[in-house]
């Protein structure tokens, strides 16, 4: 393996990976401790059937793959994700306290975020013998293994790091079923993207808000992840029983479940999203706005978050969640159940909202638009 002074210019995720691991490395037991936590809202380690996954047939969607994999392999961004004259300086000591608690834990948890999709793709590339997917798999590692490396690169300049090789070893896989793994994995790409492009678009248009000049790369870190989603679309579109019949309800639970974990996760940063100038209803709304239009590219359904339900049951839910959050770290048990009962409730009526169905088109290819 070649020595690689910078994951931004790795051709692989192996080589993205060690690049990471010589840079100037400043472990830290807080941000590591931060990303090893499981719970329902933190980014989570997965692994399924890769047999299972071997076996797919990309023939009944050759063409669009063919167009996706040559477009993954010209590789856009080598070379994007790394620090350059338009980094500027960071006061981490004069940022604003609470801001700066929040936006590293917004740091942690998308480097966490992306090094799991690292670990599943780069495991899948390991075990497979399927040319198709393990090529698939193999850019997509080397992918997030880059946006790993360039957010521990931000992380560092606060004294800070996660120890990515420590999590690796260490933090615990959820199994999910492969098709499971394509509702979940496909969502958490758009809507990456969708957040991603539309914090970009707003600080395009409002620059003095850039706090950090991370959000500088986000256009093109965003279209990764537009790519990315477009890979399982296609996954998907090789069985047509996976959108089909009862899988319908699989797709409307996930849908369900990524949108309130998104909107729960983001009210738990209001010193951050005030410095963005967004307002966190309005940033949701946005993105599930965007999210909701890309996905019928290969989902049958989309949610109805106009109806007059969406919105209560969200708020609703947020409450219970801070709620929990209190009756946890002071070990009240009866507000622990009551708080458990009223998110499972407000869970429970947002599910119910009855779908949007509309006809999924002949071809799910797609190129970034917003």
């Known amino acids: 393996m070649k020595d690689m002074t910078h994951s931004a210019d790795a051709a692989t995720v192996e080589e993205a ?13 807080g941000a590591t401790a931060l990303a090893m936590q499981n719970t329902l809202l933190t980014p989570r380690f997965y692994t399924t059937d890769f047999d299972e996954m071997d076996a797919i047939d990309v023939t009944p969607v050759r063409r669009d793959w063919d167009l996706l994999i040559d477009q993954m392999k010209s590789d856009p961004n080598k070379g994007h994700f790394k620090k350059n004259e338009d980094w500027d300086h960071v006061d981490w000591d004069g940022m604003e ?38 090529t698939l798999f193999q850019l997509m590692a080397r992918d997030e293994a880059r946006h790993a490396g360039f957010i521990n690169d931000a992380l560092r300049e606060a004294g ?47 620059p003095e808000l850039r706090f950090h000049p991370i959000f500088k790369w986000f256009k093109e870190w965003c279209n990764d992840e537009f790519s990315h989603g477009e890979a399982f679309a296609l996954l ?24 309130a974990t998104m909107y729960v996760r983001d009210h738990q940063r209001p010193a951050f999203h005030a410095a963005l100038g967004v307002d966190p209803d309005w940033y949701a709304h946005e993105v599930f706005t965007k999210t909701s239009a890309i996905s019928k590219q290969v989902f049958p359904i989309t949610l109805d978050i ?31 159940i009551g708080a458990t009962a009223r998110a499972a409730s407000a869970f429970v009526s947002l599910f119910t909202i009855p779908a949007v169905t509309h006809r999924v088109p002949a071809s799910s290819r797609m190129e970034p638009a917003y």
């Open 17 to 29: 990976l060690a690049a990471d691991n010589h840079q100037g490395i400043v472990d830290s037991e």
């Open 97 to 134: 306290p609470k801001l700066k608690a929040e936006f590293i834990d917004f740091l942690v948890s998308s480097c966490t975020a992306e090094f799991s999709g690292c670990v599943l793709y780069k495991e899948m590339k390991r075990r497979g013998n399927n040319e198709d997917i393990v």
């Open 160 to 206: 800070i790091a996660v120890n990515l090789g420590f999590l690796t070893q260490k933090k615990k896989y959820t199994y999910f079923r492969p098709k499971f793994i394509y509702y979940a994995t496909y969502l958490s790409e758009k809507i990456g993207y969708a957040r991603y492009i539309t914090i970009y678009r707003h600080l395009e248009q409002n």
């Open 236 to 259: 998907m579109k090789t069985d047509p029983k996976l959108t089909s019949g009862v899988n319908v309800w699989w797709i409307k639970f996930f849908l369900t479940a990524v949108y």
């Open 306 to 336: 106009d109806h007059p339900r969406w919105q209560k049951g969200l708020v609703a839910l947020q409450r219970a969640n801070a709620d929990l959050a209190r009756a946890k770290k002071t070990g009240n048990l009866i507000k622990r």
